[in-house]
């Protein structure tokens, strides 16, 4: 994590000495590889810290602060980047450093919970990648990032060129689905921490979901994708955890970094896929991304959802 956010605090100062565009996207790349050095690291110390009946909680945690800095770093960097663009890069730079303080601090590894056994490292096939209940959270990871791919690249365009909205008014919605999700995401992690079979969370909150792609793609005013916004952010929060906590508890002791760093990086060809992909259907009609999204996300939930469901049953057959 350290490494991680060392090397994203010297990136973020790089961008000050960067005109050509081609090498500020080169940049993107690198701290794309220095971010996956931090998120996967963190989401494992969840694991390795919390017993199993904590953890669905502890990602709802995790989730609602994540989504916290999603809300506030527009808002900082755009007060920030009133006295120059540099000053936002030099804020992303020092927040980083503050942060590797933070971990330096607060993370102690050998004062783990008393859960986490001294066994020696063992050597685990890489079989343990693709158990039954992992499978099922990589498709979800992979039909769940297509909507960063399509947000990264289209979604803003879509609300202001189609929708009307204006850059307030854009970033309202952008707030109004971070606010209830950082607010419902600790309690329904806790949810998905008593619930016997997590798979019913998923298939029913993920399935929630594609009517509300639906309804983006026939919408016709800003105001009605602000509100929607707002549901769409709840009823995520009511899923993720129960993905988390999915994945922490599916996870073999000593390879549970690369168990979240395989679910990171399908995630993020996920996030490929939507950018890449929505972007042609998107010049033929901006509704087409919206519809095609909806049917992706809905079979990536009932395939993902089936898989979760399928090995619950298994575990309580063996149990």
Known sequence: MIVGLLA????SLAYLFVSDPLLFVALRF???????????????????????EK???????????????????????????TTGYASAFIGAALFRLLAILIVFLAIHPQKQSAHVTNQKTQK???????????IGA????FGDYLYLGFDLTL????????LGASVVVIGIAYMLWAIPNMLVSPISGRLADRVRRRSSIILLCGLAQVPLYITYGLANTAILVVVLFAIHGIVYALMQPAVDALVASSSASNMRARVQGFYATIGLIGAFVGASGFSPLYSLNFRLPLFAMGIAFGTCVLIGGTFVRLSESRKGTKG
């Open 8 to 11: 994203q605090a010297i990136l």
């Open 30 to 52: 690198i701290e794309g590889m220095a971010a996956a050095a931090t998120l996967p690291s963190a989401r494992a110390l969840i694991a390795d810290t919390l017993p199993a």
């Open 55 to 81: 953890q669905g909680e502890a990602y709802g945690v995790f989730n609602a602060f994540f989504n916290a800095g999603f809300l506030l770093g527009p808002g900082i960097g755009g007060l920030l980047a």
């Open 124 to 134: 685990v096939s890489y079989k343990a990648l693709f158990i039954l209940p992992l």
């Open 138 to 141: 990589y498709i979800l990871a």
């Open 155 to 162: 979604m803003p365009l879509w609300m202001h060129d189609h």
